[in-house]
């Protein structure tokens, strides 16, 4: 199941690169940007400023879980297995369906269709998500079916998975982005649902056992991983992992996942404004990457 093919991206790895977004994650950030890509099945998104309460999705639904509420529609998630039937329905386009069953052979027809601008420029294909590593066959499928013509292949990954599994996946793996989060167990607990013991430990294999190259890649957010403490160790604990380590991205938080939970009918965890400049100057000072 995949929420997005995003092609002509240039933040994802080297080059020009198509983007994958697999879904499933097993991490629940608060600012996570693609919330609709946590679960591996697909998800209504509602325009809220479409729906004219008509009632249509009501009786089209054939589980009986939405109802008016306030003169527009309103959905029981948990019980909702993504059938469309309400989108269908719907007059307004107030409905849509996030994410989809695909092959692995349906994905990469579409990604070979770059392979002369991934050439041009070094790029490739990145899977992201939600988690690529939540689907591991999946992912397998689509990587090696990349490596057997040739493309360069990366994922983005928060790295809580088995480390068999991160094995087998990275076997047709040129490049790991890998996220850092926070350093301390218990607020990384807080803030994404689980402590970090795993992550740091299946990077330190990927960099010492592996050798892959990684992409060490920092999400910034204001009052919740950027204090001085945190932002050293953290720069402490890449170091340590050697040469391995290829680039450091700093991710600032930034506001627009905010739509995303609203489509979902969920309530935005929490608000804050983005780091400034010069707190990000700051922080670029401490990684020691050009500012
Ligand atoms: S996708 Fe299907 S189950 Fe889910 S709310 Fe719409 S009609 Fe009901
Ligand atoms: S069918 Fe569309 S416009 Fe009518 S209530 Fe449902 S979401 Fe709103």
Redesign the pocket.
């Given at each position: 199941m995949v929420f997005n093919i995003q092609r002509y991206c240039i933040h994802d790895g080297p080059g020009i690169r198509t983007t994958v977004f697999i879904n499933g994650c097993p991490l629940k950030c608060f600012w996570c940007q693609n919330p609709e890509g946590q679960s591996i099945r697909p998800q209504?998104f509602l325009n809220k400023d479409r729906c004219t309460g008509c009632g249509r999705?009501v009786s089209?639904?054939?589980?009986g879980?939405?109802e008016i509420f306030g003169g527009k529609s309103r959905?029981n998630r948990d019980?909702?297995?993504?059938?469309?039937?309400?989108?269908e329905a719907c007059p307004n386009e107030a409905?849509s369906?996030v994410g989809r069953w695909v092959s692995a052979e349906e994905v990469f027809d579409l990604v070979k269709k770059d392979y002369i601008f991934y050439e041009k420029s070094g790029g490739g294909v990145t899977l992201s998500g939600g988690d690529p590593l939540a689907q591991p066959e999946f992912s397998i499928a689509i990587l090696k079916l990349c490596k057997d013509n040739n493309i360069h292949t990366a994922i983005e990954t928060c790295g809580h998975a088995p480390w068999k599994t991160v094995k087998e996946v990275l076997q047709y793996v040129d490049l790991v982005l890998y996220d850092f989060k926070h350093m301390d167990p218990e607020k990384h607990k807080q803030y994404t649902g689980v402590s970090n013991n795993l992550i740091l430990e299946n990077v330190k294999r990927i960099c010492h056992e592996l050798s892959k190259p990684v992409w060490a890649r920092i999400p910034i957010i204001p009052g919740y991983n950027d204090s001085p403490d945190n932002i050293e160790s953290t720069a402490k604990f890449i170091k340590e992992l050697g040469k391995s380590i290829q680039q450091v991205n700093l991710l600032p938080y930034h506001r627009l996942g905010e739509t995303k939970f609203e489509r979902l009918e969920k309530e935005y965890p929490f608000s804050i404004e983005p780091p400034s400049e010069e707190h990000l100057t700051n922080i670029k000072k401490i990684f020691n990457l050009t500012v």
């Open positions: 209504i999705c089209a639904c054939p589980k879980i939405i959905t019980v909702c297995d993504g059938c469309g039937k309400c989108v409905r369906l």
